[in-house]
């Protein structure tokens, strides 16, 4: 399969490794000589890394980069199976390259865009053939993530659907199929465990730390919420929160925050700037600082922390499968696979009992009579029946 690849970024790069890996033609595009020769030369690298751990030989390495190519013509995309738009989260941005690259590829050449909360539906109806066109959203780093959200829009023909999901699942990815609602599956249903985080900080509950050893310690999660948002850029972050504010009608759950606004503002964007809700040195490892140990008090406020989180995150899934975004294993597998929580959220609501999670929601709500905090009718309508998940 001819695979062309727009955007040499570290998404387009990783996209065009794992389809290099899995035998595919590949063809690298970016309108900037300079950043396809930054890609070739960090390519290099991670194979050169992977031949260290023993994960590949130097004849596997040569295969993989002898199946790339760097091109800075869209023209060259010309003999694509399947390209795939790893740029700049901007519409008309996206829609403008669609249009000129369905001028040079043939009728028959899937076209798809790794966007992360942005209308597929849109995107396509830059297109004479908007059948074509869907989704494909990979998680970074492309390689190692298992996940991939297939996303179909209205008007994304079966055919194409059904070739997508082969095409991904031959490269050894994990398919999560998602209603083409802003942010799909994982970038949906995550948005509580940054969301409610920074409200417990702005709440004063308690500091970014505290938050986030909350989560990694009683809930195991590999990583706390503001460790992670400066892992992905407060910049990115934000956008994202904003973008799904926006495209869901300004509904109070997915509310921006100010407190990361601020940050995004002031630099402050993580790991990438050498400062966030934690320093950085130049190698971008997080500088820890000596920690009291905490009383047990402390520990029953960590406990209520997450909790809370949890409740939320829970809430959010059910209401994704309320609402038929995706399916109920396909929900669990995003979240595992996609984001490396420690349980699918469902799975986790029936570890707690539905029971709890209701009871839970409505204390919040009792408490705040924010929207924010409403209960999803399949929870509620679960708890009357005494159903579970799975």
Known sequence: ???????????????????????????????????????????EKILSRLIEKGRIDSAEKIRIQDNISYVDNLKDLSDSDLTIEAIIENLEIKQKVFSELEIYVSEDCIIASNTSSLSIASIASSLKKPKRCVGIHFFNPAPLMKLVEV???????????EKTID????????VAVAKDTPGFIVNRVARPFYGEALRIYEEGIADFATIDSSLKTIGGFR???FELMDFIGNDVNYTVTETVFKEFYFDPRYKPSFTQKRFAEAGYLGRKSGIGYYDYDNNGKKIENDNVALSAVEESLKQNIFERVLVMLINEAADALFLNIASAEDI????????????????????????WCVSKLDELYDEYHEDRYRC????????REHKTFF
Do not use: F, H
């Open 1 to 43: 399969m001819n695979v062309g690849i727009i955007g040499s970024g570290t998404m387009g790069s990783g996209i065009a490794q794992v389809a290099a890996t899995t035998g595919c033609k590949v063809k690298l595009y970016d309108t900037n000589r300079a950043a396809l020769d930054n890609a070739k030369a960090a390519l």
């Open 151 to 161: 996303i179909p829009a209205i008007q994304t023909s079966y055919e194409v659907l």
């Open 167 to 174: 095409t991904i699942t031959s490269w050894q990815k994990v």
């Open 223 to 225: 990583m706390g919420p």
């Open 332 to 355: 669990d597998n995003a979240m595992t696979k996609g984001v490396n929580y420690p349980k699918g959220l469902l799975a986790w609501a029936d570890e707690k009992g539905i029971d």
């Open 376 to 383: 999803s009718p399949l929870l509620r309508k679960m708890n």
